[in-house]
């Protein structure tokens, strides 16, 4: 459930909807990272995203078998965000041309990514069009802890952040000024973040079983959009440190999009080890985000973030 | 799970995709009108559709209130001829422009949609695009008498049609001549079958219970693809009578897409009065559809049909 750079922003489109569309009080629904449907003592994660043609790639420097990689591991992160198991997904594919090669490669990225977390590919539809549009619509199974909301932080808790931020708009910024084959070999870790994010499957168990997250969210709209997706009106969260790596600014952390990283807070300390930085608090407040800077908790704000910095 | 006017045919997807992905035995999935999914003692249906722009409609004469109905529509139809309820579903725009008052429009034809069909509109995701491109995803539940497939058929049994063929087409082709106002004047039933059809929800469960359907599918691709999709290698299809509108041929009844009327098989005879026609028989064969024309069963080839008649 993203955004593309779009004039008509989510946030807009789901406002509308919103108006619109009332979800039954059993179901939490527009405005997560999923919705979660109950049926009978099973609760479903249903969601879907969605790859564009000169939206989300450019077909001259992204491989067919990583775009099928990402399509399924954005929706993937989706699941895993909400402390869930992904199981089942449709594939709906709008197509320019028929070039069996790239479509093969194509599926074989999601062949591979499906199996790597264990979801079934169980149909899908094809439809021409002018550009590529891939989608993905996915189900996934809640654990018995239940399913984790983007809204559920108190006062008091930590925030926690697991992965690199900044690390895919840094690579794609690679892709598109050098191309695949040059980009690849000047910084393969970001270049690979980009092209083929590895959702946290591995170590959700364990953040789960450890920090008990209150709230948890993908990071695929930024760090400076999820943080602010967690927030609520009574709320501040104050940021004091961002794992940055040494190429990337504090801006490319706080607005490069599609890292898949994991945000969650929790009123844990991370005594086990695991390999999650703590960013900041929450704290009582009035729905701002703060950030340490020479000293003083500075407030963020969305639409000054970019000339700010 | 419908296929657009692509040279890519949804035929060689769905090769390619069988190729690649194995669907767990308990679930039924590529191939037919919706997967089955089986979560504990649930039995749900999962599917999607699409409709694009210049494939499946031009803004030009297709009001966005319909768009949104049809939207809707046309996954309910999958779910419904496999015998089940629609329950909750996901939107996705791709969108070019941000147009307010067409997308109050779009989403005053979904509301009403769901609201008729009781599926209830979960969430959502938005990008930019350079065409319009709306998708939804919807479940469903199975009934107590389970999952209706395509391939279910057994000889001795009769072939069944609810609807008029052919309907959606003639609107269609009426709407692109002369465009809405004109259309809806000249033939008002043809033009709303293809802006605004109408499920057959209404009376899924008396065909249920009188005629225990062995194969249901929607006609969603035309007449003559759905008798073809409901065949086995073993059996052939004999039509000896096509409920034909006077204003509709033979041809544009078999071939016309979008009817969304419901084709099946049963053992039993239409002893109620159900206002369904009895259109051909299930005899053992080898896998062809044949029609009745002077007096002789002529086999009817999908390739060469369009310039058949």
Known sequence: MKEGDSSLSEGKIIKLLSSFFKVPKKWIGIGDDTALLKYGDK?????????????????????????????????????????????????????????????????????????????????????????????????????KHGFIPRKGAKAGEKVYLLGTPGLSHAGMKLLKRYGYNSAIKIWKKAVMAHLKPEPHLYIIDDIITHFSPTSMTD??????????????????????????????????????????????????????GLPVSRIGSVVPGSGKVKLLKDGIMEEIKMRGFFSHF
């Open 43 to 143: 609760n479903l994660l249903f969601t879907c995203d969605v790859l564009n043609e000169e939206v989300h790639f450019k077909r001259s420097y992204f491989p067919p078998y990583y775009l099928g990689w990402k399509l399924i591991a954005i929706n993937v992160s989706d699941i895993i965000s909400k402390g869930g198991k992904p199981s089942a997904c449709l594939l709906f594919f709008n197509l320019p041309f028929s070039d069996r090669q790239w479509l093969e490669a194509l599926m074989k990225g999601i062949k591979s990514a499906s199996e790597k977390f264990g979801v079934k590919v169980v149909g899908g539809n094809t439809s021409a069009s002018k550009t590529i549009s891939l989608g993905c619509a996915m189900l996934g199974t809640c654990g």
């Open 219 to 272: 990071t695929s709209d930024s760090l400076i959009e999820s943080l602010v997706n967690i927030l609520t009106p009574e709320l501040d969260i104050h940021i004091n440190h961002i794992p940055l790596h040494r190429k990337i600014s504090l801006k490319e952390a706080m607005t490069g999009g599609e890292d898949y990283n994991l945000l969650f807070t929790s009123s844990s300390e991370n005594t086990c």
